[in-house]
């Protein structure tokens, strides 16, 4: 079993077997004028384990309004954890350098599981994507919690508040609008179009408020989910999540609630990627930020034994 050690230094102002994907989000953080770091954030099956690493295609738009297929990234795996029995993972980047243009960064995996409420969910892929413009000062929204995986069934499941500070869902840190609303649940995405999967019902309401679901029939569905964030009016970023809920007699015995901590905070490396917002999640020593809610940071080494 691991230990954490951690030393508070000093106060500073600044794919083997394919797992069934569940949900996702990409995320985009802005390090500098042309540097950015991708981010992405997994629930998967309990078995088998979540990959290490994983490639993310970059499509850049051209000038006539549409995205060519401009490269590939490797985002690595850093930390794994649980969520309501299933298996979680954070992803993340090195620096790449971006002209100031629009992109899309997208991944697939296939493929789903067996949804109720999709006809055709075996054959289709699990796809996930971020448009993003390189402009100053944009870094996307971010998943401060998972939502809700297990959901009781004939019951109303409200998750709330969607945004906030505490206890929230989605967080994010520029002045800008956001805007979440309910979307499709992918199949593919092919010649610049994102592919609907054949959905035969929908019991779900979502809005910057809240997320509402009510299941009838025990199983798994999927949905989709988009935030969209503006400035002065323009469109800076669009995030396409997808989300499985999985319908069960009774949640009594499983934690749907996120707890309240007396201290947030959230942890960085030395070259300022964001790891998590737990040190117990860490997978390697060394160096490392902590930023609390009050906003004091801190300095800290962490020694794994």
């Not at 448009?131 to 998972?146: A, K, Q």
């Not at 707890?259 to 490396?269: E, S």
Request: net charge negative; charged share 15%.
């Amino acid at each position: 079993m691991k230990n954490i050690i951690v030393l508070i230094t000093l106060v500073v102002s600044i794919t083997a077997n394919a797992s069934h994907f569940m949900g996702g989000i990409i995320q985009v953080a802005q390090k500098s004028q042309d540097s950015v770091s991708i981010g992405m954030y997994i629930v998967g099956d309990q078995f088998p384990t979540l990959p290490q690493y994983v490639t993310l295609e970059i499509w850049e738009m051209d000038s006539q309004g549409s995205y060519d297929l401009d490269g590939y990234i490797t985002l690595t795996k850093f930390n794994n954890g649980t969520h309501q029995g299933f298996n979680t993972a954070n992803y993340g980047s090195d620096y790449i350098n971006l002209d100031s243009n629009k992109y899309r960064f997208i991944y697939t995996n296939c493929c789903w599981s067996i949804l109720n409420n999709s006809t055709n969910s075996t054959n289709s892929e699990f796809v996930i994507s971020t448009d993003y413009w390189h402009v100053p000062n944009n870094t996307t929204p971010y998943m401060e919690n998972p939502m809700w995986i297990n959901v009781q069934s004939n019951s109303v499941n409200v998750m709330k508040p969607v945004w906030g500070i505490f206890n929230c869902y989605f967080g994010h840190d520029d002045n800008d609008s956001v805007n979440l609303y309910m979307t499709e649940l992918y199949s593919s995405y092919s010649n610049g179009v994102f592919v609907p999967q054949t959905q035969t019902s929908t019991n779900i309401s979502a809005n910057n408020d809240s997320i509402t679901f009510v299941g009838t029939t025990l199983g798994r569905v999927g949905y989709g989910f988009q935030i969209d964030k503006y400035r002065s009016g323009y469109l800076l970023t669009s995030q396409r999540i997808q989300w499985t809920f999985v319908v069960t007699q009774t949640t009594l015995d499983i934690e749907e609630n996120i707890g309240y901590r007396d201290t947030r905070y959230k942890v960085y490396d030395w070259s300022g990627r964001y790891m998590g917002s737990d040190i117990k999640t860490l997978n390697n020593g060394g160096l490392y930020v902590v930023r609390y809610s009050n906003g004091k940071m801190e300095k800290i080494n962490v020694l794994l034994r």
